[in-house]
Every structure is written in C-alpha cells, then in structure tokens.
C-alpha cells in the first residue's frame, strides 16, 4: 500500500498504525489505485469508528465496522488485532443495553 493516496491530516495517523501493525498489509492482494484508496478509507473509518466512546456507538454502528473488518480480511490483511478490538465493543455494548433493559423493567415494575 505503498502509494495510497491519504489526506494530508491521515498520513501521520496512517505511519503510526503501519508502526504498530508492519503485517497488517504484507498479503494485501489489491492492485487497483481506487480499490487500494478505498481500503484505506475503510481502514480510518473503522478505526475512528472503534475509537468513540461505547456511548456514542449504536449496535449497527457496530454491524458496520464488521463489515468494513471482513472486507479488509477478503483483501487479505492481518487485522486480528482490530477484530479483538471490535469483539471486546460488541461485548461491552450488549452487556451495556442488557443493563439498560433491566433497568427499564426495574423502573416499570417500582410505577406499578
């Protein structure tokens, strides 16, 4: 990936994953300029995504960043580290909306 065409703002954000995560595209089987773009956006986009607060994200928010996780493993990137990352947010977002829940019933049932 090495000539993706990145937003000034995105290139130090881009370098940093790149340190962390040097595999992350060692298998990448892209060779389109535009697909390779796009990936890359997606990329951004899941990781800002993961990076909101568990307030801010709903369940489909969530649905979404799967898809985008599945579409950069089809390309062939190691992205198992992102995939942990995204587990441990549908876990915490269940068990939040679990909580919610029971607490909406404990409210109902104090009313009757």
């Known amino acids: 990936m090495r000539y993706t065409l990145l937003l000034h703002s995105h290139v130090d954000y881009v370098r940093l ?11 990448f089987r892209a060779k389109n300029q535009h697909l390779r773009n796009t990936c890359m956006d997606f990329l951004l986009s899941l ?7 568990l ?3 709903s ?6 960043a799967d898809v ?21 947010m ?8 679990f909580c919610l829940a029971r607490l909406q019933e404990m409210e109902d049932s104090l009313l009757k």
């Not at 549908?90 to 909306?97: A, G, S, W």
């Open 59 to 64: 369940s489909e928010d969530l649905r979404e």
């Open 68 to 88: 985008a996780l599945t579409y950069w493993k089809d390309a062939g990137c190691k992205v198992d580290w992102l995939e942990k990352k995204l587990d441990h």
């Open 90 to 97: 549908k876990v915490r977002k269940e068990t939040e909306q």
């Open 55 to 57: 307030e801010e994200l």
């Open 17 to 27: 994953i790149f340190k962390r995560h040097p595999d992350i595209a060692v298998e």
């Open 47 to 53: 990781i800002d995504t993961l990076c909101q607060s």
